[in-house]
């Protein structure tokens, strides 16, 4: 008789930890997941599905604007936040459903409540104690606020999906995918929209090209931007808010959003009773087979404080439990992930940066860069412009990154990571046919490099 009651204890029911659960079970192993807040994660619940569908909605007012220009006429439109808000709980709700089924289908068993490692073997659910030959922490992230006076004032992006009224102005503080993606949104509902970042550039590691264009698409759009801002403190006036942002600058908001970040949820789980080790950041330290200091126990997502995208989550999940429960190792490629911004207009890129190119191939690479009008914008009035760039090593012809601010970008891009990852050539693009017409077309029609 085994000395364990289950082969693995899942803490966090998100992406990496679901997909793990559900792909031991299947491959025979016990199988116990627990989750103390909502099944999907971060996600599913206050990521990335619930803001997509914020981004669509914030859109129509664009649409509804370049409707004059191909012939249509209306009433002006009215936009409902509360009916919003309720469409999306009821897709939620139909999402976790679904994730619960495919926990409950595979045999691993849910457990509701928060998880405490006791030592490197034992968990604790409430009064229930389980003993696992192994464990699995996949407990994502969390929103970091700073420590300043007004820090109790201030509403992060989880609260953003529960809002019971939009508020008319809103102060979002940050530069990165969260704070650019939700100020496209705010502003798209009809909301005055004012972001505050402390550099002087939006989207830190993204491509600086990319970085300067979507600023200025944002601001052509009429949101305000304030660079090089750092606010240190925020005070109640007049039923809003007033953020001091430096010597004699303050801004006034209904609403005050910090998206400065996420860090390792690692806070409360007993990690260092059971002997896990967590670096500078507190995230949890692992080694390439996603095994912690403690030999019993794995880690794996943005609890790890690596490359914290949802994909890469479930597809570190598939390579640890096949190596676990399939006598299989294929490690995953962190080179070359696409990701996407849903900014508006969209961002999408993979590959290198052409700051990365030029330093790991020096001298030795061709920018091929475009800008223009896309054809829905010859009529629209709105004068929304789309930027692609490709990065080709000129020694072997390899195309090495993919940059695009448009409508579409994340769609488009993937199709192209696909190329990259092929190891496609410049030659290939130039002799692939393009689809006519489209904003995609332009990726195989570059001809002429950027002069030096």
Request: net charge negative.
């Amino acid at each position: 008789m085994s000395e364990y009651d289950v082969d693995l204890f899942v803490i966090g029911a998100g992406s990496g930890g679901v997909r793990a659960a559900r792909m031991a079970a299947g491959l025979g192993a016990r199988v116990v997941i627990a989750e103390q807040q909502y099944l999907g994660g971060t996600c599913v619940n206050v990521g990335c599905v619930p803001k997509k569908l914020f981004v669509y909605a914030s859109h129509f007012q664009e649409d509804f604007a370049a409707a004059p220009g191909f012939g249509w006429s209306f009433q002006p439109p009215r936009f409902d936040w509360s009916q919003l808000l309720a469409q999306k709980n009821r897709e939620i709700d139909r999402l976790q459903t679904v994730y619960q089924g495919l926990l409950e289908n595979s045999g691993a068993n849910i457990i509701i409540g928060q998880a405490r490692l006791l030592d490197a073997h034992t968990v604790a659910v409430g009064e229930r104690q389980f003993r696992a030959e192994r464990i699995l922490v996949a407990t994502g992230g969390r929103p970091w606020l700073p420590d300043i006076p007004g820090k109790e004032f201030i509403s992060t992006s989880d609260d953003m999906f529960a809002l019971q009224h939009l508020p008319e102005r809103i102060l979002i503080v940050g530069g990165g995918y969260i704070a650019v993606e939700f100020a496209g949104i705010m502003h798209g509902l009809g909301v005055k929209t004012t972001l505050s970042y402390r550099g002087d550039k939006l989207l830190r590691g993204f491509d600086q090209d990319i970085r300067e264009f979507v600023a200025q698409e944002m601001l052509k759009k009429g949101i305000d931007i304030h660079f090089n801002s750092d606010i240190t403190r925020i005070e109640t006036q007049d039923g809003g808010y007033l953020a001091h942002a430096g010597p004699g600058q303050t801004i006034a908001a209904d609403l005050v959003l910090y998206a400065t970040g996420r860090v390792a949820n690692t806070e409360a789980f007993g990690l260092k009773t059971a002997g896990v080790e967590l670096d500078e950041q507190g995230a949890i330290k692992v080694d390439a087979y996603y095994q912690t200091s403690q030999p019993s126990i794995y880690a794996l997502g943005d609890v790890t404080n690596r490359v914290n995208l949802t994909p890469v989550a479930t597809a570190e999940a598939m390579a640890l439990v096949n190596r676990l429960y399939a006598n299989q190792w294929t490690p995953v490629d962190y080179d070359n992930i696409p990701t996407a911004v849903f900014s508006q207009p969209n961002v999408g890129t993979v590959g290198l940066t052409e700051a990365e190119a030029g330093r790991r191939y020096p001298n030795d690479i061709d920018v091929y860069k475009s800008v223009f009008t896309p054809m829905k914008h010859t009529l629209s009035g709105l004068g929304e412009k789309t930027l692609m760039k490709m990065l080709v090593q000129r020694s072997s012809d390899r195309v090495l990154g993919m940059h695009m601010v448009g409508a579409d970008a994340g769609e488009i891009i993937q199709g192209m990571a696909v190329a990259i990852r092929a190891g496609a050539t410049k030659a290939v693009f130039d002799s692939t046919i393009g689809i006519h017409p489209t904003a995609a077309e332009e990726f195989v029609s570059m001809r002429k490099s950027v002069p030096e």
